[in-house]
């Protein structure tokens, strides 16, 4: 495990059934998902996953209904434990953990959102925050000065009396929110959050979270089955199937080269332009290239929208620092909106 990654996922399995070790012999033997469901009764959830994830990162797993995702966030802090496999985190092997290692690794080192928000509803808003300091034994005074704080910081201010019944849907996962990053945990896992709310208060929770991590630098593992969300908010994107890593990647990257056709139908219906960034399709730039400056996380969109308002037939591109690296004419761009043809993909697997 290198300095940069937190979590290391390797050689990972889960078989549901009554005799998953016996089950297992016959998926090394190479036995598939459907053909071990007729001849054993046995599900494989998760088939041979291996996947490190970055510190401060955002690592989004993603796929359809049934591919393993929740599975796999949910082995993290060992809600789940696998038939076969090792999970790092930062060098602790977490399941050869005992009780009370175990205990401490939930209260200290990582932290949970879910789907269906998982408040107390006999418990006010602040008592819900501060449900997880109670757990690290601080005192009254320090859990509520901490939760006061994270209550402001999603927005909730003057709520905290209130209880979960007396929430909206997006303000209730608020509270969720908040509570995961009052513990102050390195870790955030995150399971289908924000599925449950409304596509506007869905967009605004997922900015919420952008703000924060670009202020906190937490590693969050992120569950869903959106698109759209995985590539507005993932800084690297894993793509499941049928419990197996097909892709992970830069959401770049993804777009642009994806693993197979599977992927590529997952993206097909993507505004590419909207999505892509003109880092991901620049060209080399020369000593003598002038014209407009932009940002390589510029979209495709806003991209032509400067061409269109100003002189010149290229764009000139910088880094994070500030740093020209490439450049990109129209022509560039029109051709960075086309998706990759079913022949491309095939002949890039080979």
Known sequence: ???????????????FGKNPKGAMKL?????????????TG?????????????????????????????TLIRHINRLIAPTEGQILVDGDDVLQMNVDALRNFRRHKVSMVFQKFALFPHRTVIENVGYGLENQGLDKQK??????????????????THYPGQLSGGMQQRVGLARALATDADILLMDEAFSALDPLIRTEMQNILLDL???????????????????????????LRDGEIIQNDDPQNILMKPADTYVANFMKDINRARVLRVRAIMKP???????????????IEAALQIFAETEGDRLIITDRRGERVGRLTVEDLIRGMRRPTTAEIESAQT
């Open 27 to 39: 998926v090394h033997q190479g036995m598939g998902k459907d053909e071990l469901l007729e001849q």
């Open 285 to 299: 730039i020369e000593p003598d290239d002038q014209g407009p400056v932009v940002k390589g996380n510029t979209t």
């Open 143 to 160: 859990i509520r000065d901490v939760a006061e704080r994270w209550i402001s910081r999603v927005g909730l201010s003057g709520f905290e």
């Open 213 to 239: 991590q670009n202020e906190l630098e937490k590693t969050i593992v992120f569950i869903t089955h959106d698109l759209d969300e995985a590539l507005h908010i993932g800084d690297t994107i894993a793509i």
């Open 42 to 70: 046995h599900v494989i959830g998760l088939n041979n996953v291996n996947l490190d994830m970055e510190r401060h990162r955002i690592q989004v797993v993603m796929g359809l209904s049934g591919s393993g995702k929740s």
């Open 1 to 15: 495990m290198n300095n940069d990654t937190i979590i290391s996922i390797k050689n990972l399995y889960k078989v």
